[in-house]
C-alpha cells in the first residue's frame, strides 16, 4: 500500500511507516496529479484540494482529512469516482475551546467586558460550540445557541432564531462548517444585512471559515462601530488576508484555534484508525504528543492559569508583525497544550 502524507501532519511518521510498505511526503498545496496517481491511499489537511482535477485517472480509493471541516474534498466527485472518505469530528473542539476561553478572559481584562453579566450567541452547536458553550457556562455568561440543522432535528426549545441573537447578544462566536448552497448556507452567513441587525455593538469571533463572514461587511462594521471589536482565526483568501482587517480586529491569528498538540493528536489518531479499518489491517500505534515545557504552573488566579497555559495574543503578535508569513506561522507552529497536561499552585 502507498499513501500520500502531508508533511505538516505531526505525529504521524512512526505510525504510518508501520501501516503502509511506501510513504511519501509532501507539503499539502503541492499535491500534483502526478504524485498522487499511484498511491492507494492520501492523508490531507485542508491545503489539498480533493477533486476530479487532483483525483482522476489516479488508483486512489481512500482519503483521510486529518481535519474536522472536508470543503476541500469534492464529495460528490468521490462518490463517484468510489473513493471512500473521512475526516476528524471534533479532533480540535477542546481546542477550539481553550482558544475562546483564553480569548473570552482577555475581553474581559483587557477590555473591561464583564463576562458574568455577558450575552454570548453561538452559532454552530455542534462538537466545537457545544464545547464553547461549557466554557461560557462556566464563566457565568447567558448563553444563547442558533443551530438550524440541530433545530430542524431536535425542535426550537433549546435554540433561538439569529436575528434574536443579533438583537440581543454582547458577543457572537461562529462554529458553524462551511456550506454554499441549499437551507444550511453559511457562505457569508455574516454579511452587511446581519450586521444592520445589530443591536448591541457586539464583539464578534470567527473559528469556522474566513468565508462564513464577509470580509467587507466584517471591515465596515469595526470603521462604523455596529460592532466594538473582532476576534478572528480564519480568513477569507487565505494566506493573502486582508491585512486592513488584520490590523483593526483585536486578536488575529493564522487558523490556528485548533492547533493543540492534543487536537493534532487526535486528528492523526482518528485518521490512520480509519486507514486501518478501510484496508482491514491490524495495526499497534500510539501517537502521544510531548509534555510542556513548564507542566507546573503558579499563578495568581485560574485566568492567570488559563493565559500561561495559552495566551492568543502571542500568535495575534506575531500575524500582525509578518502577515507575509501566515503559511509558516501554520505549518511551523509551537508546542501548545491543553489544560490536562499541566498541574496548577494556586499563590496569594
Sequence with gaps: MKVIVDNKIPYIKEAIEQIA??????PGKDFTPDIVKDADALIIRTRTRCNRELLEGSRVRFIATATIGFDH????????????WTN??????????????????LLEQQKG??????????????????KVADVAHGLGMKVLLNDLPREDQEGTSRFSPLKLLAEECDILTFHVPLCKEGRYKTFHLAD????????????????SRGEVIK?????????????????IDVWENEPDINLSLLNKVFIGTPHIAGYSADGKANATRMSLDALCKYFGIQADYHI???????????????????????????????LKTTPELFEQLRGDY??????????????S
Design 21 to 26: 510498505d511506501e510513504v511519501i511526503y509532501a
Design 73 to 84: 474534498i469534492d464529495t460528490a466527485y468521490c462518490r463517484q469516482a468510489g473513493i471512500t
Design 88 to 105: 476528524a469530528p471534533g479532533c480540535n473542539s477542546a481546542s477550539v475551546a481553550q482558544y475562546l476561553q483564553s480569548a473570552l478572559l
Design 113 to 130: 467586558k464583564r463576562l458574568s453579566e455577558t450575552t454570548i450567541g453561538i452559532v454552530g452547536v455542534g462538537n466545537v460550540g457545544s
Design 192 to 207: 452587511d444585512a446581519f450586521f444592520r441587525l445589530l443591536k448591541r455593538q457586539p464583539v464578534i469571533i470567527n473559528t
Design 215 to 231: 470580509t467587507e461587511a466584517l471591515l465596515k462594521a469595526l470603521e462604523t462601530g455596529q460592532i466594538s471589536d473582532a476576534i
Design 288 to 318: 502521544t504528543p510531548p509534555a510542556p515545557a513548564n507542566p507546573l504552573l503558579t499563578a495568581r488566579s485560574t485566568t492567570d492559569a488559563y493565559l500561561q497555559m495559552y495566551d492568543p495574543r502571542r500568535d495575534s503578535e506575531a
Design 334 to 347: 509551537p508546542l501548545r497544550r491543553e489544560k490536562e497536561a499541566f498541574s496548577l499552585i494556586l499563590s
